[in-house]
Structure formats: C-alpha cells, structure tokens
C-alpha cells in the first residue's frame, strides 16, 4: 500500500478543488494559505470551466433543473461540492434564477404553492445552495419549515410522501439531500429560531441511517441497493455508503459502532496504489469529464481520507 505522504503529494497535484481542500482538510494548512487556492477555484481547472459554460441570463445549460447534468442547479450543485467561494457573483446570480423559476421571487402564496409541491429532495437541493450562495432569510426559512413539516415518522424525507400508495418509509436519496441542505444551514447560522429543531432532525435523520447501518435492511440485513455500496462522483442525486459517511464527517458526528461495516468497505474499495476509484456513473449530458472513469478519483480519494482522518485521527499523526 502506498504511503499517506504519497497519497497526499498526488491530491495535491490536482485540479484547484482538490488542492484547497486539501489543504484545509488534510495537511491542517493556515486559513490565509487555503483561502488562497480556494480562490483559484475560480480562474483555473473544474471551477473555471463551468463558470465559462454560464448562459447570459445567469443560468447553465438548457432548463433549470433538466437536462441532467448540464441544467442550472446540477452545475450549482457542482459549482458547490468544490468548494467554490460562496462570494462568486456568477454562482449568485444562478442560485437567483434558480429559486426564481423553481419556486418564486419572493416568499408569497405563489412560493408557498410552489414549495409544497415541489419533491424534498430538491427542496433540499435548493436550501443547500440558497444557503451557501447567500440568498434571502424569508425563503431560506421558509424552506426549512417545509422540509421539518415533511419528516417521515422514522425521521427521515421521502419524495413520494404524497403519492399514492404512500411510502412507509423513508427514501435515503431523499434524506441525503435533505441532510446536507439542513447541515448548511446550521454551519453558516441560517436557521434562526428553528436552528433547534433542525439539529433534532438531523440527529433524528442519523438515527435512521445508523439503523441500517447506512445501506443493509433494519429487519432482514440484507443490502436495500447494491449501488449503496458503490462509489461514485459525481453522485448527483444519489446516495451512497462514502456519501453517507462524509455527513456523518462533516457534522463531527459520535463514530457510532454502526458505521463500522461501512467504514470497512470504504478501506476495502481502496487500491494498492492508496487511492479510490469510480465505480458508478450516472448517465446524463455534462459539459465535460471531471475526472476519466476508471482512473483513479482524486475526489473520492479526498473524501475517503477524509472520512478516515475523523475515524480514525490517530493514523493521521
């Protein structure tokens, strides 16, 4: 296996996005000295490229939220998972078209409609990149009273609550991008009054994730989706065991017993050469290729020893 100082030199080696994480996540770099890659984000490599492909009225691609993966809020998503500065102009001006034709200008009974109809996963979405593209407070929070307003009883988000037959149970889909919307706007104090209640949903959302153990049945134990266990980025939408665990990371969650078996399959998707590989894509147009299938992934790289420094910090010095 190769070394942690190999593995490190080679995500340092990379595109702008992975360098300032990187640095911040990994080598515990001084604020001035990430902040400062960060912002080549901008100008250079992945970041620069889809800020290039932004249409002059402020949006990507042909539709707001289709065509998967060159609309609007899929290339905000991306923009977002890079790491991009939440200062960007450019990446405002979308997140404003964006809940425009989404949802409405301003929090009114048109919004309200809008929202209610509008599946959770994306309301998540939407409050994730509300949030760190610094929208307004009145349809941040309206957002949030949605998404609280909709838990399933396990604590969990479903899409289809309001489908018939209704679900009984939660989507993980769904309640990853619920989660990851809620963790924003914790992190960047967001919530306001409601910043209570969203920190017991998300501990309640845990629970649920901890009670399959991230991707095995709670009765059966069985695997729920074979493409749980499989890595991939960029995951879009999708949910998986490395997506799972980079929450759990990123909240400073307790290192529950339970993620065990899912912190075991992360270190066995690992190569000889100390890096992770794609092992799903997720069809659809993209403006380009951020990173060439079966080599290896630097971005999942980071994010697996990232997700391993917090679970085991003593194997990082």
């Not at 999708?238 to 992360?266: K, M, T, W």
Request: proline letters at 4%.
């Amino acid at each position: 296996m190769e070394s942690l100082d190999t593995s490190l030199a080679w995500l340092m080696a990379g595109d702008p996005a992975i360098r300032w994480q990187t640095m911040r996540d990994l080598l515990d770099e001084t604020p001035a000295a990430w902040q400062a890659e960060q912002q080549r984000t901008l100008t250079e490599g992945w970041g620069s490229r889809l800020l290039a492909c932004q249409n002059p009225d402020g949006g990507w691609g042909k539709g707001v939220y289709s065509p998967k993966w060159t609309s609007t809020t899929y290339t905000l998503l991306t923009l977002q998972n890079m790491g991009i500065p939440r200062s960007s102009t450019a990446a405002q001006l979308g997140t404003q078209v964006m809940l425009r034709e989404m949802l409405g200008e301003t929090r009114d009974a048109a919004f309200e409609k809008q929202l209610a109809e509008c599946d959770r996963c994306i309301v998540g979405m939407l409050l994730l990149l509300a949030v760190t593209f610094e929208s307004d407070a009145a349809r941040i929070t309206a957002m949030l009273e949605n998404l609280l307003a909709e838990r399933m009883p396990d604590g969990g988000w479903n899409c289809r609550k309001r489908h018939r037959p209704s679900p009984h149970h939660s989507s993980f889909n769904t309640t990853i991008n619920v989660l990851e919307g809620l963790r924003a706007a914790l992190e960047m104090e967001r919530c306001g009054a409601l910043a209570g209640a969203v920190r017991a949903a998300e501990q309640d959302a845990l629970g649920l994730l901890l009670q399959h153990r991230l991707f095995r049945s709670d009765k059966t134990g069985t695997i729920i989706r074979p493409e749980f266990t499989l890595l991939a980025y960029p995951y879009r939408w999708h949910y998986n065991v490395l997506r799972a665990l980079a929450f759990f990371a990123q909240a400073g969650a307790e290192r529950d017993p339970r993620l065990q078996e899912a912190i075991d399959l992360l270190r066995a998707r690992q190569g000889p050469d100390g890096r992770w590989r794609n092992q799903k894509k997720f069809s659809g147009l993209s403006f380009f290729e951020l990173e060439m299938g079966r080599e290896p992934s630097r971005m999942l790289t980071l994010q697996a020893l990232r997700v391993l420094r917090w679970w085991s910090p003593e194997e990082f010095g």
